[in-house]
Nanobody
Framework: QVQLVESGGGLVQAGGSLRLSCAASGRSLRNYVMGWFRQAPGKEREFVAASNWSETSSRYADSVKGRFTISRDNAKNTVYLQMNSLKPEDSAVYYC?????????????????WGQGTQVTVSS
């Protein structure tokens, strides 16, 4: 079992930055693909970013490419999502997830473990 806890969300003005953290316990993240997803009110949960354990392969949704960066510290069993140039449409609950496949990194079903989420609100 892997327990994931997100933190770092909050209220920020458009153009600002936030860094989300996802701390894991129960098992090392070393062998897991880590992903970030988000869900806005009334919308489906959508893929944001994913990385394999060695960070040699990272993927991003087109809507965040060039603005968001996923990184991980396997020694600390923590994954981060650096979010820059935030826009109001980035407002959502952000979830981190742990899974096993970079082939289906964009699919919710590819992830076995999920955190509870952290709210990000971007004001215009």
């Amino acid at each position: 079992q892997v327990q994931l806890v997100e933190s770092g969300g909050g209220l920020v003005q458009a153009g600002g930055s936030l860094r989300l953290s996802c701390a894991a316990s129960g098992r090392s993240l070393r062998n897991y693909v880590m992903g970030w997803f988000r869900q806005a009110p009334g919308k489906e949960r959508e893929f944001v970013a994913a990385s394999n354990w060695s960070e040699t392969s990272s993927r991003y949704a087109d809507s965040v490419k060039g603005r968001f960066t996923i990184s991980r510290d396997n020694a600390k069993n923590t994954v981060y999502l650096q979010m820059n140039s935030l826009k109001p449409e980035d407002s959502a609950v952000y979830y981190c997830a742990a899974g096993g496949s970079m082939v289906y990194y964009y699919r919710k079903g590819a992830y076995d473990y999920w955190g509870q989420g952290t709210q990000v609100t971007v004001s215009s």
